[in-house]
């Protein structure tokens, strides 16, 4: 099975800039999708194929992929960044994946 | 404006059954994949499973031969039939939109939840 492995918490301070990764076997060949998920809410889109973002979702947000390795970069992050994230993608093997999840902590 | 509602949670008793529903609105339920994910208290996401278009189904390992999932076109809805459900089961379920194909697939609009328990 498909294991995507992230960091259970990244901490920055306002202003600056937040780098969540997302590891996986070869995940630069694959689509690598972002959601962010605020305490008792449902999941958000943020991210999809890599790098694009939902409409309504500020440019703060990007991602990349290669290798071995995910990122989704938050830039000028505030207060209301404050959230769990977490990576998909789907694989043949093991259809839809996410990774562990992440806690942003805004310092 | 686009929707998912779920309905259908509640406290079960191990080895029960349970019947999730998501009523969905504002865009045409027919041309879209949709997926069910779960979520235990203070847990990560868990994908649960998925029905395509064309009611083609997938599950993963841990709910295959204990969950069912199943679509209704003419009413925009979208069902999970829960079996042999066991304490791990216990949870947050979401209905989801799935669009795009294969590594593409991503899941771009979310309901609010049901909460199932199962416990004795």
């Known amino acids: 099975s498909y294991v995507l492995t992230q960091p259970p918490s990244v901490s920055v301070a306002p202003g600056q800039t937040a780098r969540i990764t997302c590891g996986g076997n070869?995940?630069?060949?694959?689509?690598v999708h972002w959601y962010q998920q605020k305490p008792g809410q449902a999941p958000v889109l943020v991210v999809y194929?890599?790098?694009d973002r939902p409409s309504g979702i500020p440019e703060r947000f990007s991602g990349s992929n290669s290798g071995n390795t995910a990122t989704l970069t938050i830039s000028r992050v505030e207060a209301g960044d404050e959230a769990d994230y977490y990576c998909?993608?789907?694989?043949?093997?093991?259809?839809?994946?996410f990774g562990g999840g992440t806690k942003l902590t805004v310092l | 404006e686009v929707q998912l509602v779920e309905s259908g949670g509640g406290l079960v008793q191990p080895g029960g059954s349970l019947r999730l529903s998501c009523a969905a609105s504002?865009?045409?339920?027919?041309?879209?994949?949709m997926h069910w994910v779960r979520q235990a208290t203070g847990k990560g996401l868990e994908w649960v499973s998925a029905?395509?278009?064309?009611?083609?189904?997938y599950y993963p390992g841990s709910v295959k031969g204990r969950f069912t999932i199943s679509r209704e076109n003419a009413k925009n809805s979208l069902y999970l039939q829960m079996n042999s459900l066991r304490a791990g089961d216990t949870a947050v379920y979401y209905c989801?939109?799935?669009?795009?194909?294969?590594?593409?697939?991503?899941?771009?609009?979310w309901g609010q939840g049901t909460t199932v328990t199962v416990s004795s």
């Open positions: 989801a939109r799935g669009v795009g194909y294969g590594s593409g697939s991503k899941l771009d609009v």
């Open positions: 504002g865009f045409t339920f027919s041309s879209y994949d």
């Open positions: 029905i395509g278009t064309a009611g083609d189904t």
């Open positions: 070869n995940i630069g060949s694959k689509s």
């Open positions: 194929d890599d790098s």
């Open positions: 998909q993608v789907w694989d043949s093997s093991s259809d839809w994946v």
